[in-house]
T-cell receptor
Framework: KNQVEQSPQSLIILEGKNCTLQ??????????LRWYKQDTGRGPVSLTI?????NTKSNGRYTATLDADTKQSSLHITASQLSDSASYIC???????????FGKGTRLSVIA | GAVVSQHPSWVICKSGTSVKIECRSL??????MFWYRQFPKQSLMLMAT?????????EQGVEKDKFLINHASLTLSTLTVTSAHPEDSSFYIC????????????FGPGTRLTVL
């Protein structure tokens, strides 16, 4: 079983609409949780990084939340734009100098 | 700041040849660099971790003699795919970290390798 599960696997929304992507994890303890945006054929770009003690972090139209009790994180995108079409990846860093744990991502398509 | 580049962005080679991919941190010194492989619609899979001046640490199942990693300086790491085969065709992504409490990794744009 993956330690980081993301849902939905894919999502199609109309331009201008909001959406929320989910990330459930079993990694514990962890140092920080990150959300990345990966355009097709490109490397991931960091959107937000939250330590285990933070509940929310915003970056423009992106707002990430973290509930350490339920081991869930979400990424909310407001007023979506066509350029938001990409894969959004939830990533956790365990405590200590250990590799990152990646989710499989949610593929978001924003259509006009 | 924190820009990581990769070269080439894509490469096509014949089976049996070797291919070198460069990863550079352009505006910071990277204490650690990482090499990932990503197949279509899959998550990134860590291949190896390298620290400047020392041997790379490979993940289980990754052949160190096939994927040669050199980390000669704090701004440059190279991955050489030796005797490439079609099954090595993939998207290779490097990342660089400058340490610190958050230890954020900055990813390169990736290199698309196609082995014919």
């Amino acid at each position: 079983k993956n330690q980081v599960e993301q849902s939905p696997q894919s999502l199609i929304i109309l331009e201008g609409k909001n959406c929320t992507l989910q990330c459930n994890y079993t990694v514990s303890p962890f140092s920080n949780l990150r959300w990345y945006k990966q355009d097709t054929g490109r490397g991931p770009v960091s959107l937000t990084i939250m330590t285990f003690s933070e509940n929310t972090k915003s970056n423009g139209r992106y707002t990430a939340t973290l509930d350490a009790d339920t081991k869930q994180s979400s990424l909310h995108i407001t007023a979506s734009q066509l350029s938001d079409s990409a894969s959004y990846i939830c990533v956790l860093r365990r405590v200590g100098n250990t590799p990152l744990v990646f989710g499989k991502g949610t593929r978001l398509s924003v259509i006009a | 700041g924190a820009v990581v580049s990769q070269h080439p962005s894509w490469v096509i080679c014949k089976s049996g040849t070797s291919v070198k991919i460069e990863c550079r941190s352009l505006d910071f010194q990277a204490t650690t660099m990482f090499w990932y492989r990503q197949f279509p619609k899959q998550s990134l899979m860590l291949m190896a971790t390298s620290n400047e001046g020392s041997k790379a640490t490979y993940e289980q199942g990754v052949e160190k003699d096939k994927f040669l990693i050199n980390h000669a300086s704090l701004t440059l790491s190279t991955l050489t795919v030796t005797s490439a085969h079609p099954e090595d065709s993939s998207f290779y992504i490097c990342s660089a970290s400058r340490g610190g409490q958050i230890n954020e990794q900055f990813f390169g744009p990736g290199t698309r390798l196609t082995v014919l």
